[in-house]
């Protein structure tokens, strides 16, 4: 059974630009959800994804969005790129909504902004 | 709200050795608590899980966990360290299942040949 996939794994872009990020989930797994890893702040919730629909979201700018296709294949958008926004970006999926539910982690995207 | 804190952001062990990771929460209600190691350039790997029932949770690679209410406390235990074990480890915390999940920031694991 394939694991999480993420594309690309690496990333580079300048100040300014937009930046879209993929994630495949686990086939059956309805759920998806991203975080933003850095040195400095850790792991931070994003937004969660299930059956198309936003579930849950967590404290980021409106230049943070993200959406989920109805084959739960879900895609992340980050506007105006900042230098801050550098980070290890993972995607994990999960058979359903809830923490109760294992999440399987993919590999990650590194986006470098310079 | 609800937060997680790991005490030691660095923790060196010897090869055979006892490891302990320390964490702590705080949440109103009993949670949800959640184990993860990350080795470098992968995502993240869940160890164990804590959600209701048995107090003292067994989770892959021999890792277990204890989660004691009163201290407020889900500390993360191997009883022999093996090199493999060299990773980031991750406590997480969700008030319900509903919530989103917050993790901790991390304790890196060393171990000493």
């Known amino acids: 059974k394939a694991g999480v996939t993420q594309t690309p794994r690496y990333l580079i872009k300048t100040r300014g630009q937009q930046v879209t990020l993929s994630c495949s989930p686990i086939?059956?797994?309805?759920?998806v959800s991203w975080y933003q890893q850095t040195p400095g702040q850790g792991l931070q919730f994003l937004f969660e994804?299930?059956?198309?629909?936003?579930?849950n979201k967590g404290n980021f700018p409106g230049r943070f969005s993200g959406r989920q296709f109805s084959n739960s294949r879900s895609e992340m958008n980050v506007s105006t790129l900042e230098l801050g926004d550098s980070a290890l970006y993972l995607c994990?999926?999960?058979?359903?909504?809830?923490?109760?539910?294992?999440?399987?982690f993919g590999d990650g995207t590194r986006l470098s902004i310079l | 709200a609800q937060s997680v804190t790991q005490l030691g952001s660095h923790v060196s062990v010897s090869e055979g050795a006892l490891v302990l990771l320390r964490c702590n929460y705080s949440s109103s209600v009993p949670p949800y608590l959640f184990w993860y190691v990350q080795y470098p350039n992968q995502g993240l790997q869940l160890l164990l899980k804590y959600t209701t029932g048995a107090t003292l949770v067994k989770g892959i690679n021999g890792f277990e966990a204890e989660f004691k209410k009163s201290e407020t406390s889900f500390h993360l235990t191997k009883p022999s360290a093996h090199m493999s074990d060299a990773a980031e480890y991750f406590c997480?915390?969700?008030?319900?299942?509903?919530?989103?999940?917050?993790f901790g920031p991390g304790t890196s694991l060393s171990v000493i040949p």
């Open positions: 086939s059956g797994h309805r759920s």
């Open positions: 994990a999926s999960s058979l359903g909504t809830g923490s109760n539910q294992p999440q399987h």
């Open positions: 997480a915390v969700s008030q319900t299942s509903y919530d989103k999940v917050i």
């Open positions: 994804y299930f059956s198309e629909t936003q579930r």
